[in-house]
């Protein structure tokens, strides 16, 4: 029913005019001419002339991003236009409708129904025609629809090209879905290993710490660990989730600068011996244990999605005395660290943030020297408009340290830019209504789920039905009773009804580790695609460390689907 609906919305209008045009094209020909070969003529020109009118216009309107030129647009809708018309209007232009309007003329002694009843009867065939050459295009991906994520207030383009027909007609997406139903949160660890490259490539002098939080599913540990990648944690639950992977510890820089005596005492037990402080106490926690210790200086992450300079770091000079500090008390310090924000697009605060961090480190070069510079993640991913690329943020930063390698070591801590474009969400819509005259789809995964971006983080990540029509701006919400519980407040969207998914790539930061079960809600299952699979079975059981049992840090699938 909801193909149905979606065709008859599309198609109406486009009717509607050719209905029009018929009219206009039986007055004029019974004004000129008494032949029914030339009456049908003209009347036929005339509707096609109302249908494909206004079918080009709304073609020309769905067209994707990726089609950025005139002439490339024009011949892409001309393209699509005659794959999905050609056939039918050849076999209905030059037989059906004109063999069927004269006949009805004839036997009906009347040329204003004989138009009418031909006309009709020959619609049947080029709709059947039709709608077997649309199926065809879908089905071998020639139509890219322009699904972006829009907000009425403020329009925006996602930039991912992800087309939902071909990530649900993927034989292990649609196993997944045709056992389980929805919402399911897809994994692909190949695309973690690609960003990982991508960002050796770009910093090739940085030790590269994967920042568990974003995603600490095993199968990206896995991943990276097998990529090279070091880590980096904010709890003793992430560490343990890296003790269950078998993780060197010596690998693990822990940055939370508040820590528990109990998480530090566990940390060092297990192996951990670098550690970030940005406040006098920490300092204290720390004195007695053999670690390094990094020093977060706060810097400007105003413009970044999340500022995270206004919860820690410190200033400039309680971060020379912290320094000081630190070294009297018979600590190594290793450097400094900084984090310029989360999803920060700025480039220019990247650089002022290592420029700050090296002069600061110059000034106490004689007192205590340091040769360390944490800089920490923040890499922006594009969600709905573009980014600065890893390569132009790079470049920026490279020309600042390069004078200072390879004597000065370098961190970096990405987790976004690692794991959101390896998730991709699946759910349906479940129920639909109309308040104040739009449209509202209630979805099974909300901002209490794995959309929990949307409201912690302002994310607003792309969503895109398999289904196509006439956009509306339309409101997206989740399954809660909670009146916050709305995805996306007037996104363009066509028609949709119960039971139709919503597929949302870059869905894999900030995700599934902030869902809290509210309404008594399960987080969304994660599955990992089938090369995960085979990186988990090689794992033999994680051992226990001290008192504790290493746990895992979000619920794993036990099974995965094959290819």
Not at 127 to 138: C, D, E, N, R
Request: net charge neutral; proline share 8%.
């Amino acid at each position: 029913m909801a193909r149905i609906k979606t065709v008859v919305l599309r198609y109406l209008p486009a009717e509607v005019l050719a209905l029009a045009g018929m009219v206009l094209g039986w007055w004029l020909g019974t004004r000129w001419t008494q032949s029914p070969w030339l009456i049908a003529g003209i009347v036929t020109i005339a509707e096609n002339v109302g249908f494909y009118g206004y079918l080009a216009v709304a073609v020309w309107r769905e067209q994707t991003p990726q089609n950025p030129s005139l002439r490339r647009r024009f011949q892409r809708t001309a393209l699509l236009l005659g794959a999905e018309f050609g056939p039918a209007e050849v076999v209905d232009c030059l037989l059906i409708r004109p063999a069927f309007m004269t006949a009805a003329i004839v036997w009906l002694d009347s040329t204003g129904w004989g138009v009418a009843v031909g006309s009709y009867a020959a619609d049947a065939v080029f709709w059947t025609l039709a709608g077997a050459s649309y199926l065809l295009t879908v089905k071998f991906g020639w139509r890219h629809r322009r699904m972006e994520l829009v907000r009425a207030a403020h329009p925006a383009q996602a930039p991912s090209d992800l087309s939902p027909d071909t990530f649900l007609a993927r034989p292990a997406v649609a196993r997944t879905l045709a056992v389980q139903g929805t919402p399911v949160l897809f994994l692909e660890p190949d695309v973690v290993a690609r960003r990982y490259e991508d960002l050796r490539r770009a910093l090739p002098y940085a030790e590269i710490h994967y920042a568990l939080k974003a995603n600490p599913h095993g199968a990206v540990i896995d991943t990276l660990l097998g990529c090279g990648a070091s880590f980096e944690v904010a709890s003793v639950r992430e560490l343990d989730a890296l003790l269950d992977r078998h993780v060197d510890v010596s690998r693990v820089i822990y940055t939370h600068p508040v820590k528990s005596p109990a998480d530090i005492r566990y940390a060092v037990g297990c192996g951990v011996r670098t550690f970030v402080v940005d406040a006098p106490g920490e300092i204290d926690k720390l004195a007695g244990y053999d670690v390094s210790v990094l020093v977060r200086l706060a810097v400007d992450s105003s413009a970044a999605q999340i500022d995270l300079s206004a919860k820690f770091g410190a200033c400039p000079d309680l971060t020379r005395d912290l320094v000081l500090a630190a070294h009297g008390a018979g600590l190594t310090v290793a450097g400094l660290s900084f984090h310029v924000g989360s999803q920060q697009c700025d480039i220019g605060a990247y650089t002022a943030a290592v420029t700050s961090a090296l002069a600061l480190m110059d000034e106490l070069a004689d007192l205590v020297p340091m040769d360390t510079l944490d800089i920490g993640g923040g890499f922006p991913v594009a969600y709905d408009r573009p980014v600065p690329s890893i390569e132009a943020i790079a470049a920026a930063i490279t020309a600042l340290l390069e004078p200072r390698l390879p004597r000065l070591r370098i961190i970096a801590e990405p987790g976004r830019f690692l794991a959101a474009d390896a998730m991709t969400l699946v759910c349906s819509v479940v129920g639909t209504a109309e308040r104040e005259g739009r449209p509202w789809y209630y979805l099974d995964d909300g901002v209490h789920g794995s959309y929990s971006n949307v409201l912690q983080e302002r994310i607003r990540p792309p969503m895109r039905p398999p289904v196509w029509g006439s956009l509306a701006p339309s409101v997206l919400a989740g399954p809660t009773c909670d009146s916050i519980d709305v995805v996306a407040d007037g996104i363009l969207l066509p028609p949709l009804e119960a039971g139709d998914r919503v597929v949302s790539p870059t869905m894999g930061a900030y995700t599934a580790v902030t869902a809290n079960g509210f309404n008594g809600i399960a987080p969304t299952a994660i599955v990992a695609l089938p090369a995960v699979r085979r990186l988990n079975a090689v794992r033999p059981p994680a051992p226990t460390v001290g008192n504790r049992r290493p746990l895992s840090a979000l619920p794993q699938r036990a099974a995965e689907p094959s290819t």
